[in-house]
């Protein structure tokens, strides 16, 4: 059996950036991977500014305690200052430009005017209360790095320095399907033997939070023509196919022999619970179509059917290979120190990932039923314990936790 980190290696080495670039709005670009670096035209903020409604001064005209000083200008934010007269002050609000003379500012809960005077309370030190000219980024500074996906605050920070358009990697299109006699789609009455294709749900949001364009086959019937048929569809205008069900070796799993016949497949059996079968490969294309993939085809990735099963192994694997498809450099989910407030005094020898949830105390509570068939274990949770083979856990030992945070986006 391999182990996850090996599985995920072995992924991650296949998954050569996908390339394809196109300019969108900086408005348009939300979820998408910049392709080239940001680099800022200008400092931020462009000019020293008045971090406090108060008055601009110079520290030296204080050189002999209070003072009452006459109120030489008023200065707006988005207004141009007049070099400040020596002797006096200038009335400034948050975000004005600093009068070049001024060297603080006194803050106006500090300050008593009367008429056109005012008194200063406070004598501040050299810089006080000013934002300097560049203070949050330097012009030419690389702001956001090729590869970073575009958060709402990215941005806004891309804003923040001007920029209404940006470089961005073109979506990933990604091929689904789903096999497996007892399928049924909610909507449709369950005949007996039936249950609903959960997964489909699933699988696809998951890949919609990572930005992919996807194409639905729906379920396909347990039959290898059908399969081997749909496999040949997908393959053409997709980068990569995703399936689940069928991987196991039961003879009603179809999807092996369809993508072995279509294109080459490697079977895993990775050392993890819930999860275990997972298929990787490629499917031939006739002609090349502009879709991405492996040298001799379009990439496969067949997960286990089981909902549990199927959740986890997005997260763990096809995450990362699709983020990495996408140019995406920081792939690794960030995994939090917390203390177990549970025990489980059996070891299993694989890698398990247990679904949990934070406590009010800051601790972790683990969900009673950790079989690869409960979907409600996953909603319930706020991630996975991600525990080592052959390890129990005590109550009070801290455990490694990938917040769901960190996997589903
Ligand atoms: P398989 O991997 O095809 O052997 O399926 C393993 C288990 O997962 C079986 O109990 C299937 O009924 C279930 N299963 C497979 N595909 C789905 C799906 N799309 N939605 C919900 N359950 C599924
Ligand atoms: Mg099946």
Same mark, same amino acid.
């Given at each position: 059996?391999?182990?996850?980190?090996?599985?995920?290696?072995?992924?991650?080495?296949?998954?050569?950036?996908?390339?394809?670039?196109?300019?969108?709005?900086?408005?348009?670009?939300?979820?998408?991977?910049?392709?080239?670096?940001?680099?800022?035209?200008?400092?931020?903020?462009?000019?020293?500014?008045?971090?406090?409604?108060?008055?601009?001064?110079?520290?030296?005209?204080?050189?002999?305690?209070?003072?009452?000083?006459?109120?030489?200008?008023?200065?707006?934010?988005?207004?141009?200052?007049?070099?400040?007269?020596?002797?006096?002050?200038?009335?400034?609000?948050?975000?004005?430009?600093?009068?070049?003379?001024?060297?603080?500012?006194?803050?106006?809960?500090?300050?008593?005017?009367?008429?056109?005077?005012?008194?200063?309370?406070?004598?501040?030190?050299?810089?006080?209360?000013?934002?300097?000219?560049?203070?949050?980024?330097?012009?030419?500074?690389?702001?956001?790095?090729?590869?970073?996906?575009?958060?709402?605050?990215?941005?806004?920070?891309?804003?923040?320095?001007?920029?209404?358009?940006?470089?961005?990697?073109?979506?990933?299109?990604?091929?689904?399907?789903?096999?497996?006699?007892?399928?049924?789609? +909610? /909507?449709? =009455? !369950?005949?007996? &033997? #039936?249950?609903?294709?959960?997964?489909?749900?699933?699988?696809? @949001?998951?890949?919609?939070?990572?930005?992919?364009?996807?194409?639905?086959?729906?379920?396909?019937?347990?039959?290898?023509?059908?399969?081997?048929?749909?496999?040949?569809?997908?393959?053409?205008?997709?980068?990569?196919?995703?399936?689940?069900?069928?991987?196991?070796?039961?003879?009603?799993?179809?999807?092996?022999?369809?993508?072995?016949?279509?294109?080459?497949?490697?079977?895993?059996?990775?050392?993890?619970? +819930? /999860?275990? =079968? !997972?298929?990787? &490969? #490629?499917?031939?294309?006739?002609?090349?179509?502009?879709?991405? @993939?492996?040298?001799?085809?379009?990439?496969?990735?067949?997960?286990?059917?089981?909902?549990?099963?199927?959740?986890?192994?997005?997260?763990?694997?096809?995450?990362?290979?699709?983020?990495?498809?996408?140019?995406?450099?920081?792939?690794?989910?960030?995994?939090?120190?917390?203390?177990?407030?549970?025990?489980?005094?059996?070891?299993?020898?694989?890698?398990?990932?247990?679904?949990?949830?934070?406590?009010?105390?800051? /601790?972790?509570? !683990?969900?009673?039923?950790?079989?690869?068939?409960?979907?409600?274990?996953?909603?319930? @949770?706020?991630?996975?314990?991600?525990?080592?083979?052959?390890?129990?856990?005590?109550?009070?030992?801290?455990?490694?936790?990938?917040?769901?945070?960190?996997?589903?986006?």
């Amino acid at each position: 059996m391999l182990s996850t980190a090996d599985a995920l290696a072995t992924l991650l080495a296949a998954a050569r950036p996908l390339g394809g670039i196109e300019t969108l709005p900086t408005l348009d670009a939300l979820n998408r991977v910049l392709a080239a670096d940001v680099v800022s035209p200008l400092d931020v903020p462009p000019m020293d500014t008045s971090a406090m409604d108060g008055y601009a001064m110079r520290v030296a005209d204080l050189a002999h305690g209070t003072a009452r000083l006459r109120v030489s200008q008023r200065i707006p934010a988005g207004h141009a200052p007049q070099p400040l007269e020596p002797g006096t002050v200038a009335r400034i609000f948050t975000g004005a430009t600093v009068p070049p003379g001024a060297d603080a500012i006194v803050m106006q809960e500090q300050a008593e005017p009367t008429g056109d005077e005012v008194a200063l309370l406070h004598t501040p030190r050299a810089g006080e209360w000013i934002t300097a000219q560049g203070a949050d980024i330097r012009r030419g500074s690389v702001i956001l790095p090729a590869g970073t996906r575009l958060t709402p605050q990215s941005l806004g920070l891309a804003a923040s320095v001007g920029c209404a358009e940006l470089a961005v990697v073109r979506r990933l299109k990604v091929a689904v399907f789903f096999t497996g006699d007892e399928l049924t789609m +909610p /909507g449709e =009455p !369950l005949r007996p &033997g #039936a249950i609903y294709n959960s997964n489909r749900f699933t699988l696809r @949001g998951l890949l919609e939070n990572l930005g992919c364009e996807v194409s639905d086959f729906g379920i396909v019937p347990d039959r290898l023509d059908a399969t081997r048929a749909t496999l040949r569809d997908a393959a053409r205008e997709h980068d990569l196919i995703l399936t689940c069900g069928g991987v196991s070796v039961g003879e009603e799993d179809h999807v092996k022999p369809a993508v072995e016949a279509e294109g080459r497949l490697s079977m895993w059996q990775i050392a993890m619970k +819930p /999860g275990k =079968p !997972l298929a990787f &490969g #490629a499917v031939r294309r006739g002609e090349n179509t502009g879709a991405h @993939g492996d040298a001799d085809g379009t990439f496969f990735i067949g997960l286990p059917g089981n909902p549990v099963s199927s959740f986890v192994t997005f997260l763990l694997f096809v995450r990362p290979f699709v983020l990495r498809l996408a140019g995406v450099k920081q792939v690794a989910p960030r995994a939090l120190s917390l203390r177990a407030d549970f025990t489980q005094p059996k070891a299993d020898r694989r890698n398990e990932f247990l679904r949990a949830r934070v406590n009010a105390a800051g /601790g972790l509570d !683990l969900f009673a039923n950790q079989s690869s068939a409960v979907l409600t274990s996953t909603v319930w @949770g706020d991630g996975l314990i991600d525990n080592p083979p052959n390890h129990a856990i005590s109550a009070g030992e801290t455990v490694r936790f990938l917040p769901f945070s960190e996997l589903l986006y």
